[in-house]
């Protein structure tokens, strides 16, 4: 059974400061999502890493990916009030066939303070 | 515009009570995918539909039921067996369920037992 694991669960951090949200996973996989989700809303997508090296950025975030060891990183720069939401990463694997499917971490809840 | 439309956004169901969530696409893709989110928690599958009149168990399928007559219909059935259904049910979607395509979600329902 595939397992996705995120630490911390909680985040609370400064205006301006960076910090790095881990992500593990226990089965081989070289497609990786993060999203992010508002508080009773749905999910929005950050980042599609879809091969080992996989490096992505987008404003103050920045996503990585190592597939040897089952890793992936999203890097928050200079952190801003507008960035507190909860992040999950989702792990996407081929089950039966042709089909494949996310499962997801527990998520990240940031809280960006002042 | 083309997207995915889950309804209704807030659904309320007595104890012993089928309900039935509707999610439609017009994206012309071809794998649906139904996940539960609990307050705090991550995202777990419940179903997934790669074609038209077939669909395969999620992780936690005990209580649901779903159909896939139409490419671009995916119900979800709550029923009676469900003893514990309040929570955010999210639907998905995918172009192909293979590689490189991303994953496109509805903005939910959000269920509730009185």
């Known amino acids: 059974e595939l397992k996705v694991e995120q630490n911390p669960l909680f985040l609370s951090m400064q205006e301006g400061k960076n910090y790095t949200i881990y992500c593990n996973y226990s089965?081989?996989?070289?497609?990786l999502y993060w999203y992010r989700q508002d508080p009773g809303k749905s999910l929005e997508s950050l980042f599609v890493?879809?091969?080992?090296?996989a490096v992505k950025q987008e404003g103050r975030l920045m996503a990585s990916l190592d597939t040897k060891a089952r890793l992936s990183t999203l890097h928050i720069t200079a952190a801003v009030h507008d960035l507190s939401a909860t992040y999950f990463c989702?792990?996407?694997?081929?089950?039966?066939?042709?089909?494949?499917?996310?499962?997801f971490g527990t998520g990240t809840r940031l809280q960006v303070t002042l | 515009d083309g997207g995915i439309t889950q309804s209704p956004k807030y659904l309320f169901r007595k104890e012993g009570q089928n309900v039935t969530l509707s999610c439609e696409q017009n994206?012309?893709?071809?794998?649906m995918y139904w996940y539960r989110q609990d307050p705090g928690q991550g995202l777990r599958l419940i179903y997934y539909?790669?074609?038209?009149?077939?669909?395969q168990k999620g992780d936690i399928a005990e209580g649901y039921s779903v159909s896939r007559e139409k490419k671009e219909s995916f119900p979800l059935t709550v029923t009676s067996a469900q003893k514990n259904p309040t929570a955010f049910y999210l639907c998905?979607?995918?172009?192909?369920?293979?590689?490189?395509?991303?994953?496109?979600f509805g903005s939910g329902t959000r269920l509730t037992v009185v």
């Open positions: 998905a979607t995918r172009k192909r369920a293979v590689l490189n395509y991303g994953y496109t």
């Open positions: 089965t081989t996989s070289d497609r």
């Open positions: 890493l879809l091969s080992n090296g």
């Open positions: 989702a792990v996407d694997i081929v089950d039966t066939g042709t089909a494949s499917k996310l499962t």
């Open positions: 994206l012309n893709h071809d794998a």
């Open positions: 539909s790669q074609i038209v009149n077939d669909f």
